[in-house]
Structures are given as C-alpha cells and as structure tokens.
C-alpha cells in the first residue's frame, strides 16, 4: 500500500512562510493529480490547491496569490509554498494523491496523509 508523510508544519507569525512537503512511498506506481486540504478547528475541510501531473495548478480565492503548489515527480513529492500567512490560515492540512499502482492487480485511488498542524500566531 502507497503511504504519505506531509511535513514542515509548525507554528508561524503572522505575515511569515513555511513550506510543507508530501511523500509517497512504496513501488510500482504513478501519481496523477495531487492536491491540498486543509481543516481549521470546527471548520469543514476544504481544498486549497491542486495540481495535475504536469504541472497545471488551480487554488482556492482566499490562498490565491499566497500559496504555490509544485511537485517533483522524481521523488513523489508535493510541495505547498505558503507566504503572507494569517490567522485564517491556521489548521491541519492534507495532501492527496490519485495514484495508479500494479503488481499483482492494478488500481486507482486517492491517498491520504494524517496531515501535518499549522499555526498562526504572534
């Protein structure tokens, strides 16, 4: 089974950056789309961006501008470049990936990450 470890949250002041990161692991698959979720307290998640598998990125209003999706397909990585942060911008977030994987079978699904926290605060 495919995994993914998002990574780079922590805990940012207002106006700051961090940049998280998305890994798959495993054998014999290729990524189609990924994207980005995130989820604030009481909040439903939402998507914050996307990105195709060749490159091709679409975002949510109220990241656009701030946020840049990039992917480097030889390591199976996302990445999600987040600058003039704010309060707004404080929550868990996701990466998800549609991957096509064979071996014994093949398939097509999305993957999940457990999500990595992101707080901003002065």
């Known amino acids: 089974q495919v995994q993914l470890v998002e990574s780079g949250g922590g805990l940012v002041q207002p106006g700051g950056s961090l940049r998280l990161s998305c890994a798959a692991s495993?054998?014999?698959?290729?990524?189609?789309?990924m994207a980005w979720y995130r989820q604030a307290p009481g909040k439903e998640r939402e998507l914050v961006a996307f990105?195709?598998?060749?490159?091709?990125?679409n975002y949510a209003d109220s990241v656009k501008g701030r946020f840049t999706a990039s992917r480097d397909n030889a390591k199976n990585t996302m990445f999600l470049q987040m600058n003039s942060l704010n309060s707004e911008d404080t929550a868990a977030y996701y990466c998800?990936?549609?991957?096509?994987?064979?071996?014994?079978?093949?398939?097509?699904?999305?993957?999940w990450g457990r999500g990595t926290a992101v707080t901003v605060s002065s």
């Open positions: 990105i195709t598998s060749s490159g091709m990125t």
């Open positions: 998800k990936m549609n991957i096509l994987s064979w071996g014994s079978s093949v398939s097509t699904r999305d993957y």
């Open positions: 495993g054998t014999s698959f290729r990524i189609n789309g």
